[in-house]
């Protein structure tokens, strides 16, 4: 038995797929992440629920499945960085917030080769799609400062 460490497949170079495919990615994950913060289902039903949803939708299906898979794993390190930016518990923030928050800290976090205002970008696109009405301005007010934290060399 060896101690070699698994690389995280978020620090690979990404596969070339159009910003469209990375696009739906992250929108699937952001709905399946929210039906997992709801129903505790398992991430491979969910997983399976989605290929088969989406089975003839072109969009980047290995990001779609790294989001899905490492964001609940990696949850505990996430939610710390978020927590000193919010001024109440996570736990109180609206869930379709919670999830693109995570989703977007993790890229922060993990994807060093997506640039971070991408990053911001997608998850206000998202969070205008799905969430309240003015829910977008807090997620960049929090993403903001998240990128300060943990991407001072890209800003």
């Known amino acids: 038995m060896t101690n070699e460490l698994k ?3 978020a620090q690979e170079k990404p596969s070339r797929f159009s910003p469209s ?4 990615a992250r929108q699937y994950a952001l709905q399946a ?17 989605f290929s088969k949803r989406y089975e003839k939708q072109k969009f980047d299906r290995t990001y779609f499945q790294q989001l ?6 990696n949850q505990p390190e996430i939610d710390q960085i978020i927590a000193p930016f919010l001024k109440r518990s996570i736990e109180d923030v ?3 917030e ?4 995570r989703l ?5 976090m993990k994807c060093p080769d997506i640039p971070y205002r991408v990053i911001i970008n997608e998850a206000l696109e998202l969070t205008k799609q799905y969430g ?11 993403l903001d400062q998240i990128a300060r934290t943990v991407r001072p060399h890209s800003l």
């Not at 919670?98 to 928050?101: E, I, P």
């Not at 977007?104 to 922060?108: D, G, P, Q, V």
């Open 98 to 101: 919670q999830a693109v928050l």
């Open 94 to 96: 609206d869930l379709i």
């Open 104 to 108: 977007a800290t993790y890229e922060l």
């Open 33 to 49: 992440l929210y039906q997992w913060q709801i129903a505790k289902t398992s991430i491979n039903a969910i997983e399976i629920e």
């Open 7 to 9: 690389k995280d497949p």
């Open 68 to 73: 899905l898979h490492n964001i609940p794993a």
């Open 132 to 142: 309240s009405g003015e829910g977008y301005k807090f997620v960049n007010g929090i």
């Open 21 to 24: 495919a990375r696009h739906y």
